[in-house]
């Protein structure tokens, strides 16, 4: 045992002489020299570790940089034409949301808050109130919260069908609309939207946004919109692309090219009690392929008012280099990173709305009759299970605005990850009036690009490495070596002793070569002013 530490100990003696000897690395054959002193030696080493400390520090500091900001906004040096992406989707809800012949909202309201136990009203007035109860103002509805939990009597069946049945017919609301300096027919553009407002309707809004199987169900714009999505944020159109295939988009600016809507309300429909004292419509603007959260961006048209809305554009594209990054250092989701059970295309809103409808089943067993849901497997909550459903859309909604809830939130007992990061390629509108066109025929894109790669990361560590310890890839090579492939070799060609073969049969030599291995250029010179004051005529430079 003692041979075979001896040996070792030799040999790792010797690996460190020759790499101190060898190595390009600034001060380390100044801590191997056998011609420095202790003092010497101790020096260099206490500023080797300074030098080292100091250059990991920063390198810490690069690769933080790397990792946490690896993305930056740009605007892109050539402008787009309107041409490559679609007119907005316009979804309007009227604030009128029944036809007081069929249901008076406020009377029956009155009746069940003064005395629920003794509210029995025939079955369609029964169906319409506890539908109305569901998109009516939840200040209202937190009032009688503790007396629907406790309400023994049967409540509504198809809350949908229902309120489809008592709000107010489409002609009502739409006096015209005029599409490209076109009168067009409203029904044609305008399909029903079943949202957690009510009964709205929506213009060039993507009709095979959903999975198979997913309710609600939502109609097409017209027969060519509805056949196939030749549009999607992240790949816009298609290279093929007829002039009428959908979403719809615009031949250029002005109000000549936009959308136009004129709407109506009967005054003998107004109640005021269901949601405020502002009567006329929430109008929301987004993209075509979200799905429209009116309670989000809206804008509120009061009546006898014209609102116009002067779209200016916003489209955040992606660079190709940041396909290299994972989704949480780039901040943001490519379409095929993250799949969304109801939605066939991703955006924020999308799996947002998805991931509240899936907590709300979880803690209540039942979903809004608006929310995304697998039709016969999934329950809708009646009247009795709102006061659940609203508080699920509370603490999912704090949660998601929290600085560290943004992709995780917890309950007591349910727990769950929606992961709603930002689509990679987004396209913006940002609203100021209803009329609704381009302002300009072309346009700036903005673009995610690479602000400090992998490059730029490596590029600064050599610097730092070069500046504080003059170490280049080289010098990491050598630094390998010695400590992979020289102590095999040491190792292998040994004999049976233990000592290194060819060291034994010329010892002589292999002194001499390891002395001037390890001997410094002052440490020469030394020893050649001594032979020369001794009188050596001629200096054998191998010796």
Not at 325 to 331: F, H, L, M, T
Not at 450 to 462: I, P, R, S
Not at 464 to 469: D, R
């Amino acid at each position: 045992m003692e041979s075979k530490l001896t040996y070792l100990f030799r040999t790792l003696k010797l690996l460190t002489l020759e790499f101190g000897a060898m190595t390009s690395i600034h001060g380390v054959g100044y801590i191997t020299s056998s011609q420095r002193t202790l003092f010497e030696k101790l020096l260099w080493v206490l500023v080797f570790g300074l030098s080292l400390t100091g250059c990991s520090w920063l390198i810490r500091d690069a690769y933080r940089r790397w990792d946490q900001n690896p993305v930056i906004i740009s605007f892109d040096e050539k402008t787009k034409p309107i041409w490559s992406f679609p007119y907005p989707a316009v979804t309007i809800c009227p604030e009128t949301k029944f036809q007081m012949a069929i249901m008076n909202y406020t009377e029956e309201f009155l009746k069940f808050e003064r005395n629920p136990s003794g509210y029995k009203p025939d079955l369609e007035c029964r169906e319409s109130f506890f539908s109305a109860l569901h998109i009516c103002n939840q200040n209202q509805l937190i009032k009688i919260a503790d007396l629907l939990r406790h309400y023994n009597g049967s409540v509504e069946t198809n809350c949908q069908q229902t309120l489809q049945n008592i709000s107010l017919p489409k002609e009502s609301i739409f006096e015209s609309v005029t599409l490209q300096n076109v009168q067009v027919n409203y029904s044609e553009y305008f399909k029903e939207m079943l949202t957690e407002d009510g009964i709205c309707y929506t213009f060039n809004f993507a009709g095979d946004l959903f999975r198979e199987g997913v309710f609600p169900k939502v109609a097409a714009p017209n027969d060519a919109l509805s056949k196939d999505m030749i549009w999607s944020p992240e790949k816009g159109y298609r290279e093929i692309t007829p002039p009428d295939g959908g979403p719809l988009r615009a031949p250029g600016t002005g109000l000549n090219n936009g959308l136009s809507v004129d709407l109506q309300l009967e005054v003998s429909n107004f109640d005021y009690l269901c949601k405020g004292p502002i009567q006329g419509f929430k109008v929301q603007v987004n993209t075509p392929t979200e799905y429209p959260v009116m309670s989000k961006r809206f804008i509120r048209v009061p009546l006898d008012e014209e609102v116009v809305a002067l779209i200016k554009p916003q489209f955040v594209g992606t660079s190709w280099k940041l396909h290299d990054y994972e989704p949480a250092r780039r901040n943001c989701y490519f379409e095929h990173e993250r799949p969304l059970r109801y939605f066939r295309i991703y955006s924020q809103d999308n799996c947002e709305l998805e991931c509240l409808s899936n907590y709300t089943l979880s803690l209540c067993g039942c979903v809004k009759f608006s929310m995304p849901r697998i039709g016969a497997k999934t329950r809708v909550c009646n009247a009795s299970s709102l006061p659940c459903a609203v508080n699920a859309e509370k603490t999912i909604s704090t949660a998601l605005n929290a600085s560290e809830g943004r992709t995780a939130f917890s309950d007591t007992v349910f727990q769950t990850r929606c992961n709603c990061l930002p689509g990679c390629t987004v396209l913006n509108i940002h609203k100021v009036r209803f009329s609704l066109y381009f302002k300009d025929s072309q346009y700036i894109s903005i673009t995610r690009n690479e602000m400090y790669g992998l490059t730029d990361f490596v590029a600064n560590c050599g610097g730092l490495l070069g500046l504080f310890m003059g170490v280049s890839l080289l010098s990491l090579v050598e630094l390998i070596y010695f400590c992979t492939l020289r102590p095999y070799v040491l190792c292998h060609y040994r004999d049976e002793k233990g000592q290194i073969k060819g060291f034994q049969r010329n010892r002589k030599r292999v002194t001499r070569q390891k002395v001037i291995m390890v001997e410094t250029l002052d440490a020469g010179i030394r020893r050649r002013r001594i032979v020369a004051k001794l009188g050596f005529i001629s200096i054998d430079s191998n010796s």
